[in-house]
C-alpha cells in the first residue's frame, strides 16, 4: 500500500482552536509519501520501529491495523518539527495506507482517525491539522455549523465542526527557524497559562474573534486585510507566550517585502508564513540571514492512495 498527504500552514487560529475557538488553515504542495509492505518485524526506513522516534506511526497501527508485522518506508518533502504538520502528514498518509488495504477510504474517517493518533501522541491536540491535511485545499474550523460543512469531531466536551472555505491562490513564503520545538510542550504551555490566568482565556478568544473576520478578506482576496489580521494574530500568540527570538527577527525580515506575517504552528521555533507578492525576494532575505525558506502554493488535493496492491 501507498499513499501521500500534503503539509500544510495555519493562517490564523492555533493554540485557540484546542479550546474550541474558530481556525483556517490551508493545505501546502509539499507533501509525505508512506510505503506499507508485509514484514518479518515492525520497521521504518530499514529501522526498528521505536516509540522514541515513530510514535505518531505506532499509534496509527494501533488504531488501524492488526494483520501482522509491516516494513513501513517514509519519505518527506516536509521538514520536521517546523510548524508545517509534519506530523499530520504522515499520519494521514499512514492511515490512508492501511485503511486501502482493507477497501474504499473516504475522507471524514482519515480525519477522524488522524486526529485520535494525534491526540494520543500530543497529550492534547485540535484536529485542524489532520483534518487540512486529509481535505486540502483550506478548511475552516469552526464550533458553529456553518456553510459547506464537513464532518463534526468531538473530544472531552469539546467540539470542532470542519469546513471547507474557499482560499484564492496565495503567495506563502514559508519560512523555518531551524529551531524543532516540541508541538506537545507548547501545547501544554499555554494549557497552564489558560488554565490559571483569566486574561490568557480572555487572548484566546480575541483570536477566535479574529479568525472569523479573515473570511469575507479571504474569499474577496483583500490581500492588505488578510496580512494585516496576520500580523495582529501574531501580537496574540506573542501573549500566549509561543513566540521566540529568532522568530521575531525572521518577522522582521518577511514584513519588508509583505503584506503580513506570523508564526505558525505550535511556536516555540518552527516556522513562520508571509503572505507575499514579492515571494524571491522573502525567500533571498531570509536565506541571507541563515534560514531555510519555502515558496508554496495551495494544494487542491488532500491525501491520495498511490498504489494498491
Known amino acids: 500500500m501507498?499513499?501521500?498527504?500534503?503539509?500544510?500552514?495555519?493562517?490564523?487560529?492555533?493554540h485557540a482552536v484546542v479550546y474550541g475557538e474558530p481556525a483556517i488553515a490551508v493545505a501546502l504542495n509539499l507533501r509525505t509519501t508512506v510505503e506499507v509492505y508485509p514484514g518479518s518485524?515492525?520497521?521504518?526506513?530499514?529501522?526498528?520501529?521505536?516509540?522514541?522516534?515513530?510514535?505518531?506511526?505506532?499509534?496509527?497501527?494501533?488504531?488501524?491495523?492488526?494483520?501482522?508485522?509491516?516494513?513501513?518506508?517514509?519519505?518527506?518533502?516536509?521538514?520536521?518539527?517546523s510548524g508545517m504538520g509534519s506530523s499530520a502528514s504522515i499520519t494521514v498518509?499512514?492511515?490512508?495506507?492501511?485503511?486501502?488495504?482493507?477497501?474504499?477510504?473516504?475522507?471524514?474517517?482519515?480525519?477522524?482517525?488522524?486526529?485520535?493518533?494525534e491526540y494520543i501522541t500530543q497529550g492534547r491536540a485540535s484536529p485542524i491539522d489532520t483534518s487540512t491535511v486529509t481535505h486540502g485545499k483550506g478548511i475552516l474550523?469552526?464550533?458553529?455549523?456553518?456553510?459547506?460543512?464537513?464532518w463534526e469531531i468531538e473530544k472531552n466536551g469539546v467540539v470542532?465542526?470542519?469546513?471547507?472555505?474557499?482560499?484564492?491562490?496565495?503567495?506563502?513564503?514559508v519560512g523555518f527557524s531551524g529551531i524543532r520545538a516540541s508541538t506537545a510542550e507548547m501545547v501544554a504551555r499555554v494549557r497552564r497559562f489558560y488554565q490559571w490566568n483569566s486574561f490568557a482565556r480572555d487572548v484566546v478568544k480575541e483570536i477566535g474573534k479574529l479568525t472569523l473576520s479573515a473570511i469575507e478578506p479571504l474569499e474577496s482576496e483583500d490581500y492588505e486585510k488578510i496580512g494585516e489580521l496576520m500580523d495582529k494574530n501574531n501580537k496574540l500568540l506573542t501573549i500566549l507566550g509561543v513566540n521566540h527570538p529568532v522568530l521575531k527577527k525572521m518577522l522582521e525580515i518577511a514584513?519588508?517585502?509583505?503584506?503580513?506575517?506570523?508564526?505558525?504552528?505550535?511556536?516555540?521555533?518552527?516556522?513562520?508564513?508571509?503572505?507575499?507578492?514579492?515571494?524571491?525576494?522573502?525567500?533571498?532575505?531570509?536565506?541571507?540571514?541563515?534560514?531555510?525558506?519555502?515558496k508554496v502554493r495551495i494544494s487542491r488535493e488532500g491525501f491520495r492512495v498511490e498504489n494498491q496492491n
Not at 474550523?141 to 464537513?150: A, C, F, I, M, Q
Not at 470542532?160 to 513564503?173: A, C, G
Open 141 to 150: 474550523v469552526d464550533k458553529t455549523l456553518r456553510e459547506n460543512y464537513l
Open 41 to 81: 518485524e515492525y520497521t521504518v526506513n530499514g529501522y526498528p520501529m521505536q516509540d522514541k522516534y515513530h510514535s505518531y506511526i505506532r499509534n496509527a497501527i494501533k488504531l488501524c491495523w492488526d494483520n501482522g508485522p509491516l516494513e513501513i518506508i517514509t519519505q518527506s518533502d516536509i521538514p520536521s518539527s
Open 160 to 173: 470542532w465542526r470542519i469546513h471547507h472555505i474557499e482560499v484564492p491562490e496565495l503567495k506563502l513564503v
Open 2 to 14: 501507498e499513499a501521500s498527504a500534503p503539509a500544510k500552514v495555519i493562517l490564523f487560529g492555533e
Open 93 to 117: 498518509a499512514m492511515i490512508a495506507a492501511l485503511l486501502s488495504s482493507k477497501g474504499a477510504v473516504n475522507e471524514e474517517d482519515v480525519a477522524k482517525l488522524g486526529f485520535e493518533v
Open 255 to 294: 514584513r519588508k517585502h509583505s503584506y503580513g506575517a506570523k508564526i505558525t504552528g505550535a511556536g516555540g521555533g518552527g516556522s513562520i508564513v508571509a503572505l507575499t507578492d514579492e515571494q524571491d525576494e522573502v525567500v533571498k532575505a531570509l536565506n541571507s540571514a541563515g534560514f531555510e525558506a519555502y
